[in-house]
Structure formats: structure tokens, C-alpha cells
């Protein structure tokens, strides 16, 4: 089946804009998590969802960064008034469920970049 | 703080070696450890994932193993070969559902 699909695979964007970055879990995968990873780092934990709700969301790093997953699969990533610090690659991942035991599924990711 | 790191950074060996990447993590209490692979401008694919309770997996060529109780992951790569040149990361999950990754070890295989 699908893996865990991202879009855009690449995002240029001014200081100061409103970017959106969408993730799409594989079809029946309950947890999804966004993770950021800057060069030569590994990634960074962002927000994790159980279902439609944010379960943890302590890797936010401002209040300029926020999630979404209103129907229990699709969700975006919506950074406001971006810095040139936070370029980097955004990771999603899926889960069958949210537990230690269960294996995420790593996307593509979305390159972003503020110039 | 969980804290994950991977030893040597960078690591170029010939082909056909067998190798050991390094991973060490500060706190035990962990559920499992996941080792991934991830090629330039890729996303991570999964190799292996250790439960909490496993010593061990293997998958063809390559062998995890876990102390938890040293706090220590080494990942065996058995008769290398120059496809098996990429970033390696593992990471740990505790009680949160996150992952918690180290930095990488950049392996290249040379014919």
C-alpha cells in the first residue's frame, strides 16, 4: 500500500510569511507525528496526534508553529510569520496506534526554506 | 532529558568489511529503539526496531543489538557493500510516543 506522502517535497517562502506543510498517514494509522530536522542533525520531535487530538505537542518551539488533523488522518503544519531559522526538513511519521511498541512510518519530508 | 548519541560520526570503511555503528542513550526507561537509514534528500526507513524486553533483531546482513541497562545499541553490518552507504540514526521512545534521535553516522562504502 501508500506510504506516509508529504507536500510540498520542497517550500520556498519570504521572512515573514504563512506556510502550511501536509501530511498524509497511511490509510488506517491512528498516531502521526511531526518531527523538524535541521542539516546534519538528527530530527527533533515537534507534535504527536492520537486521532483527531494533539496528544503531545511539547516540541512546538513558539507559538507560531500549530497543528492540525480535524478528521483523523490528513494533517498540516502551519508555521506564521516565518524566521530563516526555521528552515530545515519537516518529517512526518505514522503509527498503527501510539505505543512504544508500535513502528513509525517516515514520509518523504518537506524541505522548507525561508529566505 | 533523554539524550541519544551515535559514535563515530563519520565512518568510510572498503567493501566487503563488516562494521559496528554505535549508539548510547542516558536514560534506560525506554519502551524500544528503532534503527533507521536515511539516503541524501530521503526520508528515514526503518531497519530494525527492538522492544524494550529483546536483546536483539536481525534482518539479512545487519543485527541490533540492546543493553538497556548500560544504556547502549550497536548496529552490525555483515560483508558491506557501497548501497549500504548512507546516514544511519537510531532512536529511543520512552513514555512519551516521540522519538528521541541521535545525530547520525554518516557511512560511506567504497568499491
Known amino acids: 500500500g501508500a506510504g506516509v506522502s508529504q507536500t510540498p517535497s520542497n517550500k520556498v517562502t519570504e521572512k515573514g510569511k504563512y506556510v502550511e506543510l501536509r501530511c498524509d498517514p497511511i490509510?488506517?494509522?491512528?498516531?502521526l507525528y511531526w518531527y523538524r530536522q535541521s542539516l546534519g542533525q538528527g530530527p527533533e520531535f515537534l507534535i504527536y496526534?492520537?486521532?483527531?487530538?494533539?496528544?503531545?505537542d511539547s516540541g512546538l518551539p513558539n507559538d507560531r508553529f500549530f497543528a492540525v488533523r480535524p478528521e483523523g488522518s490528513v494533517s498540516t503544519l502551519k508555521i506564521q510569520r516565518t524566521e530563516r531559522g526555521d528552515s530545515a526538513v519537516y518529517l512526518c511519521a505514522s503509527s498503527l496506534y501510539a505505543g512504544g511498541g508500535s513502528e513509525q512510518y517516515f514520509g518523504p519530508g518537506t524541505r522548507l526554506t525561508v529566505t | 532529558k533523554q539524550e541519544v548519541t551515535q559514535i563515530p560520526a563519520a565512518l568510510s570503511v572498503p567493501e566487503g568489511e563488516n562494521l559496528v555503528l554505535n549508539c548510547s542513550f542516558t536514560?534506560?526507561?525506554?519502551?524500544?529503539l528503532q534503527w533507521f537509514r536515511q539516503d541524501p534528500g530521503k526520508g528515514l526507513t526503518s531497519l530494525l526496531l527492538i522492544q524494550s524486553s529483546q536483546r536483539e533483531q536481525t534482518s539479512g546482513r545487519l543485527n541490533a543489538s540492546l543493553d538497556k541497562s548500560s544504556g547502549r545499541s550497536t548496529l552490525y553490518i555483515a560483508a558491506s557493500q557501497p548501497g549500504d552507504s548512507a546516514t544511519y540514526l537510531c532512536a529511543v521512545i520512552q513514555g512519551a510516543q516521540k522519538l528521541v534521535f541521535g545525530q547520525g553516522t554518516r557511512l560511506t562504502i567504497n568499491p
Open positions: 536514560d534506560s526507561a525506554i519502551y524500544n
Open positions: 496526534f492520537q486521532g483527531t487530538g494533539a496528544a503531545d
Open positions: 490509510s488506517g494509522h491512528t498516531a
